[in-house]
Nanobody, 120 residues
Framework: QVQLVELGGGLVQAGGSLRLSCAASGSILSIDVMGWYRQAPGKQRELVAAITSGGPTNYADSVKGRFTISRDSAKNTVFLQMNSLKPEDTAVYYC??????????????WGQGTQVTVSS
C-alpha cells in the first residue's frame, strides 16, 4: 500500500500564492510519476501538473506560467507552487502517485484532498 499525505492549501486573495506538498509513504519500490489534480464543484477532476521520475513536467494550459511542480525524490515528496492565483483556481486539490510497490505490483494512489479557495 502507498499512502499520500497532503499539506498546504487554504484561503488566499486573488494574486496571492500558496504552496502544496504531498509526501508518499508505504511499500514503495518506485514512483514513476507524481501529480496534482483538482476538482471544482460541479466539474470533473482535471490534471493540474505532473512530474515524472526523470524530471519532465506537464501542465494544464490554464496554469502554465503561474504554477510550478517540483519533486524531492529522496523524500518521495512533490510540491506545487501556485502564484498569481485566480478565483477560478478554487477547488479541492488532490495529489496522485503511480509506480511499483515492493511486491512488484503497480499502484495508483490518491491523497485525501486539500481545499484551495481564492477570493476575488
Amino acid at each position: 500500500q502507498v499512502q499520500l499525505v497532503e499539506l498546504g492549501g487554504g484561503l488566499v486573495q486573488a494574486g496571492g500564492s500558496l504552496r502544496l506538498s504531498c509526501a508518499a509513504s508505504g511499500s514503495i519500490l518506485s514512483i514513476d510519476v507524481m501529480g496534482w489534480y483538482r476538482q471544482a464543484p460541479g466539474k470533473q477532476r482535471e490534471l493540474v501538473a505532473a512530474i515524472t521520475s526523470g524530471g519532465p513536467t506537464n501542465y494544464a494550459d490554464s496554469v502554465k506560467g503561474r504554477f510550478t511542480i517540483s519533486r524531492d525524490s529522496a523524500k518521495n515528496t512533490v510540491f506545487l507552487q501556485m502564484n498569481s492565483l485566480k478565483p477560478e483556481d478554487t477547488a479541492v486539490y488532490y495529489c496522485n502517485a503511480e509506480g511499483v510497490t515492493t511486491r512488484r505490483l503497480r499502484y495508483k494512489s490518491w491523497g485525501q484532498g486539500t481545499q484551495v479557495t481564492v477570493s476575488s
